[in-house]
């Protein structure tokens, strides 16, 4: 089968790649990948920035983690759904053991798989995964925004931790995908104003933003972030703040445009950077990380689709080939994309 393969450690050496349809375990299901989406985590695994938790990258490894498919087969002892059934898939699976996984929280567990990142992932023809991760599909939820559903499972996650009000003023910083199905989520759950900051490059991306129902969408630097927030929040600040952006800049803003008693949230990738803790005890805040999704998200995140409430496959910018995906890398981390989804059996 064809598969998008990081073939050696270091920055680069990622190529399409032939490699053997992989044959189900116990208790694991073979899925034929119907779409599969592109993530800014392949941009990481690209340039060598990725940092996993205790288990170490496999390498050679097929990356991507957004897909949805149909069951072929199932292994040994698998219950789950049957041969035939249309299926998303949780990317994450916990140890089962360890108390994180006990209080249903593998999201948390610090021995997780992650396909696509800790085994072979679903930028693939095929892909073998427990058979107690896949979502079975109603049938309004089609197979574009079912790939959406891991991302989508982790917005679900942000609203579950933060309870947005209607009303409340908010701030996505990052117009890229994360950050875009926030906007939708938030939008359907009343709050007001919804302003999108990116930085320059983000143009078409915050175009979009716009038509998915932005109030406003703008470039800006972190001083002009802060001179909007206030402009349009009479001076208060804004009650949520969505980091989505995954610089450092990018959190300093946000803790400079949260309001008192407000809500920041961190989802993008920032290993470190400089914070005035003072901010955080003077504004009384609240500074949440969000990091991916368990089934009850992604079973919010299947009802949020069904509703029409999110329409995550408008995100969707590119349609390429599997072999096409080392430009598909380079369009995404140029912002030239959104979502650049790929067909692999095609
Ligand atoms: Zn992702
Ligand atoms: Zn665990």
Do not use: D, H
């Given at each position: 089968m064809k598969a998008f393969i990081?073939?050696?450690?270091?920055?680069g050496n990622m190529a399409l790649g032939e490699v053997p349809v992989p044959v189900p375990g116990p208790g694991e299901a073979l899925v034929r990948i119907e779409q599969s989406g592109m993530c800014g985590t392949e941009i990481l695994v690209h340039d060598d920035l990725y940092r996993g938790r205790k288990r170490p990258m496999p390498i050679p490894l097929i990356v991507g983690h957004e897909a949805s498919g149909e069951v072929l087969e199932l292994g040994p002892g698998a219950s789950g759904p049957k041969p035939g059934t249309r299926v998303g898939i949780e990317a994450v699976s916990g140890c089962g053991s360890c108390f994180h996984c006990m209080r249903g929280?593998?999201?948390?567990?610090?021995d997780w798989h992650h396909i696509g990142l800790t085994k072979a992932g679903a930028l693939a023809e095929f892909v073998t995964v427990p058979a107690s991760t896949l979502l079975p599909l109603p049938e309004e939820v089609n197979f574009d925004s079912a790939a959406f559903l891991e991302p989508l499972a982790t917005v679900v996650h942000t609203l579950e931790r933060t309870r947005p009000a209607p009303g409340q003023p908010c701030a996505i910083i990052g117009p890229g995908p994360l950050g875009l199905l926030h906007l939708q989520a938030l939008r359907s759950a009343g709050l007001s104003p919804i302003v999108v900051f990116g930085r320059p490059g983000d143009e078409k991306r915050l175009e979009l933003a716009r038509e998915l129902g932005a109030d406003a969408a703008l470039v800006t630097n972190r001083s002009e972030a802060q001179e909007h927030s206030m402009r349009f929040t009479d001076g208060i600040g804004m009650g949520l703040v969505i980091e989505?952006?995954?610089s450092p800049e990018a959190v300093q803003t946000a803790l400079d445009i949260v309001s008192a008693e407000g809500t920041m949230v961190t989802l993008g990738i920032v290993r470190s950077t400089e914070i005035d803790a003072l901010t955080v005890m003077r504004k009384d805040l609240t500074w949440l990380g969000v990091v991916a999704a368990v089934r009850r998200h992604f079973a919010e995140a299947i009802r949020w689709i069904r509703t029409g409430k999110?329409?995550?496959?408008?995100?969707?910018t590119h349609r390429m080939r599997l072999a096409d995906a080392l430009s598909g890398v380079r369009m995404m981390r140029n912002c030239e994309a959104v979502k650049i989804m790929f067909a692999p059996g095609v």
């Open positions: 990081k073939t050696a450690p270091g920055v929280n593998y999201n948390l567990c610090p989505a952006a995954g999110v329409q995550p496959q408008r995100l969707i």
